[in-house]
């Protein structure tokens, strides 16, 4: 029998999506691929809020399409604009590194979101415009920390700087409020397996005008991820080598899920769920990696266990006892911190499973908690659901 997993991605695939994906062979040069491939980008480019985004889904996953954001609009040499604060963020700097860019890193703590007002004053004083592009994470899920978008695009038009702005949306898009031209977003970079409920398999950018036109000036190396040859292939409703056709048309199904129950709607359900689990950890007397409540991310929580605890245990007797998934702590949080991945298809009940589970781990090792005092807490979030509607 099969629980539903608590990692914050790959997250659980609904049957119907589960369904859409497994489908027979067609012929990708036909206007059946045509058919499939056209609504899933229209989709994708309502999902992110935009009017106006070139789509373009490549065979891959987030990391790849950091790689294309990347090696696309940027040349060896140029300075990008970032901020460490968890496990993410340090793997697109470190990306960048590997491609020869010039990075100005600021160092934050794992549980801070980006400091936009850092980025403000760096911006400000690069009168020269030396950086190209500010890298920024919206959500970070190793912390389960969301940092303030609308805040880069501001800091970047008091300097009246036209750096690139480049955000990782991999754990936020299709699960909390990603708002690309609003924000001013140049590129927007998910993949399949986290808010659009598929498997793992694609990576998913949105391009902003300026985005695509920096591409015929920017001069690291790209073939496969080459954003001219997939924008021209798919202008025909075609792709430049063999299209995973299933991932596509489950990704036409998802949108379509996703804008049926309504994004807001979708939003306010993630919302209601993190309030839920983050009741719990309270209950628990755990606080959680992030230290500002206005940027708790409402698809991932990492909560921090006792010093002196082993918070791998936990995920651990999960896993082997309970049949069920936890994420571990990543980088400097293993082993104290845990993680609920609380984004993609999740409902009121099925997190109370998660966290009825995760209690009895605790129980059973030792942890001074009791029995039913997070599910309660969560409870009392999930009970209240109309009156938090009618509030709304
Ligand atoms: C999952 C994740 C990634 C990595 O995506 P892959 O699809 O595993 O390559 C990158 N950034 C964030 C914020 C993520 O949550």
């Not at 991945?341 to 999740?346: A, N, P, R």
């Amino acid at each position: 029998m099969q629980n539903p997993v608590f990692i914050p991605g790959p997250t659980n695939i609904p049957e119907f999506i589960r369904k859409a994906v497994d489908m027979p062979t067609l012929d990708h040069r036909s206007a059946t691929f045509a058919a499939i491939l056209r609504p899933a980008l229209e989709g994708v480019r309502r999902v992110v809020k935009s009017d106006r985004a070139e789509v373009l889904v490549f065979p891959s996953t987030g990391t790849g399409g950091w790689e294309a954001a990347i090696s696309n609009t940027l040349s060896p040499g140029d300075r990008v604009l970032a901020a460490r604060h968890g496990l993410f963020s340090h793997r697109w700097i470190d990306m960048c590194e590997r491609h020869g860019l010039d990075m100005e890193v600021v160092e934050a703590p794992w549980g801070a979101a980006l400091p936009a007002s850092r980025f403000a004053e760096i911006l400000a004083a690069d009168k020269n415009h030396r950086i190209k592009a500010v890298i920024a994470t919206h959500n970070e899920t190793a912390t389960g920390v969301r940092s303030d978008i609308a805040a880069v695009r501001r800091a970047l038009d008091a300097a009246g700087h036209p750096a690139l702005l480049l955000v990782d949306g991999v754990s936020s898009i299709g699960s909390m409020d990603f708002r690309m031209d609003e924000w001013g977003v140049d590129i927007a970079v998910t993949g399949s397996q986290k808010g659009f409920m598929l498997p793992p398999g694609l990576a998913i950018l949105a391009l902003s005008p300026r985005a695509m036109a920096a591409v015929k000036s920017a001069t690291l190396p790209r073939c496969f991820f080459d954003f001219r040859d997939m924008a021209d292939a798919q202008a025909k409703g075609l792709y430049p080598y063999t299209p995973p056709v299933g991932l596509l048309n489950g990704l036409h199904v998802a949108c379509n899920a996703l804008l049926h129950e309504g994004l807001e709607a979708v939003f306010a359900r993630h919302r209601r769920i993190a309030d839920g689990v983050r009741a719990a950890a309270s209950a628990w007397g755990l606080p959680l990696c992030a230290d500002d409540p206005a940027t708790y991310s409402d698809t991932v929580s990492a909560i921090r266990t006792p010093d002196g605890f082993d918070a791998n245990l936990l995920v651990h007797r999960a896993a082997t006892v309970y049949g069920t998934f936890f994420g571990t702590g990543l980088g400097q949080l293993s082993g104290r911190a845990f993680r609920i991945g609380h984004l993609g298809s999740m409902t009121d009940a099925m997190a109370l499973s998660g966290i009825a589970t995760i209690e009895m781990c605790m129980a059973d090792l030792g942890l001074p908690i009791r029995l039913g005092s997070g599910v309660a807490a969560a409870q009392d979030v999930y009970r209240h659901r109309d009156a938090m509607r009618a509030a709304a």
